[in-house]
């Protein structure tokens, strides 16, 4: 099983000149950070990872589209113009049977991909994510010789994290412990950007209702594939 730390810095798990990449699995840290009671404050995480060799950092997330609008739009818009490489896909409303409106959306596949294709260009992937579907991409990574840290809790019940996936990574931070440097706090009513505010109590999954204070607009240096 990934060995657990007490550090409180995001920065001792980082080494020195290793090149990173980054990848949140939106639903997965909207369930842990709710559980938590804070809000993530994406331009602070994008900071945080930016003082050491970051390459390329993701953002992956299932929309539920209604017409030609997702109340998700601004959060993504926004990630998309701040550094962020942003993979969505369409999600599944259905009907239960029992009159219920559910929706489904796993991005396991799409992060499971990107992960393959970054590893031979980086020495440590930074995943934020408890989906125990990304078990073998996790190992196949290993194989490849990348390092790889899941960021997630065990406060929020036995879905924030699997025992599978925890005991896959070479390491796993709980998120309690390094919240603060990545915490949001509320901006004057003025400078707000757009919320996502809705949440129907129906849905299996409920929305990421993040918010994106504004931070550097520099974007991320390309990747240069042949380093």
């Avoid at 001792?12 to 842990?32: M, P, R, T, W």
């Avoid at 490489?85 to 991005?107: C, I, L, Q």
């Avoid at 706090?185 to 504004?214: C, G, H, K």
């Amino acid at each position: 099983m990934a060995p657990r730390s007490s550090r409180n810095s995001i920065q001792d798990y980082l080494v020195s000149g290793e090149k990173l990449a980054v990848f949140i699995d939106g639903q997965s840290l909207y369930q842990s950070s709710r559980a938590l009671a804070f809000e993530i404050d994406y331009s602070k995480v994008l900071a945080e990872f930016e003082k050491a060799s970051l390459l390329r950092a993701y953002y992956f997330v299932a929309m539920l589209e209604t017409e030609d609008y997702s109340p998700l739009k601004p959060l993504t818009d926004w990630l998309s113009y701040n550094g962020y490489s942003v993979v969505t896909k369409p999600a599944r409303e259905y009907n239960d049977g029992n009159g219920h409106r559910r929706v489904k959306g796993s991005v396991a596949v799409e992060i499971a991909v990107e992960m393959m294709e970054m590893a031979p260009h980086v020495d440590h992937i930074i995943l934020f994510s408890g989906d125990s579907e990304l078990k073998h991409a996790v190992e196949a990574v290993k194989r490849r010789g990348t390092k790889i840290t899941a960021f997630s809790t065990m406060h929020a019940g036995p879905q924030s994290i699997s025992d599978d996936l925890r005991r896959s990574v070479d390491g796993f931070v709980e998120l309690s412990q390094v919240m603060r440097p990545i915490q949001r706090r509320p901006p004057p009513a003025s400078q707000r950007v757009p919320e996502d505010n809705f949440q129907d109590p129906e849905i299996d999954s409920p929305t990421p209702q993040f918010s994106a204070t504004s931070g550097s607009n520099k974007p991320l240096s390309p990747i240069r594939m042949g380093d």
